[in-house]
């Protein structure tokens, strides 16, 4: 777990780092900048949404297996 903890800090990390340096160096007018860092900013945030519902999803599911009472044969 704390394995892809650091992978993730570290992922999130860089991904700050390469767009922030991609809007630093990209030649576009201040507004086209701050439509695109906008739309770029609401699809992380759209897609973090998605990936949580699942998880949640996905734990619920497990826990619902793990407290269900077992039946024996």
């Known amino acids: 777990m704390n394995r892809m903890f650091s992978f993730m800090a570290g ?3 860089g991904a700050l780092i390469g ?3 991609a809007l630093l160096l990209t030649p576009a007018s201040g507004e ?3 439509n695109g860092a906008v739309n770029r900013w609401q ?3 759209d897609d973090a949404r998605t990936a949580m519902a699942e998880k ?4 619920e599911l ?4 793990a ?3 077992q039946e024996f044969s």
Request: aromatic residues 4%; charged residues 25%.
């Open 43 to 45: 699809t992380a945030v």
């Open 32 to 34: 086209e900048l701050k």
């Open 56 to 59: 949640q999803r996905e734990l």
């Open 11 to 13: 992922a999130l990390c």
């Open 62 to 65: 497990q826990f619902e297996q």
């Open 67 to 69: 407290t269900r009472p």
């Open 19 to 21: 767009s922030v340096t």
